[in-house]
């Protein structure tokens, strides 16, 4: 079972093929559920094909925020550190 990319709908290969429900594009080959189905990939294959921005970082880690700037130690902290 293949699966329509317009409405992610379950479609026999062979049962979209036998109607004429398939298309071509960039070496892949997509099957359709209907003649909407296949008529809204074949105007703009690219809107169906691209990767979404959420694809796109699905299962990426995940970026750590940077750490907060903290101010250095005063030499008046330092100081008194260094007593005895």
């Known amino acids: 079972m ?3 990319i317009v409405c992610d709908m ?3 290969e062979e049962t979209a093929a036998d109607k004429h429900l398939i298309s071509l594009f960039k070496g ?3 099957y ?6 296949k008529r809204s990939f074949d105007a703009q294959p690219l809107r169906y ?6 694809q796109l970082y699905a299962g990426a880690p995940a ?22």
Do not use: G
């Not at 094909?49 to 959420?54: D, L, N, R």
């Not at 970026?63 to 700037?69: D, G, R, S, T």
């Open 63 to 84: 970026m750590p925020l940077p750490k907060a700037q903290q101010s250095p130690p005063s030499q008046e902290t330092d100081q008194q550190n260094l007593s005895p």
């Open 28 to 30: 892949q080959t997509y």
């Open 49 to 54: 094909t691209q990767e979404k921005p959420a």
């Open 2 to 4: 293949a699966r329509d």
């Open 10 to 12: 379950a479609v026999d």
């Open 32 to 37: 359709f559920c209907s003649e909407d189905c």
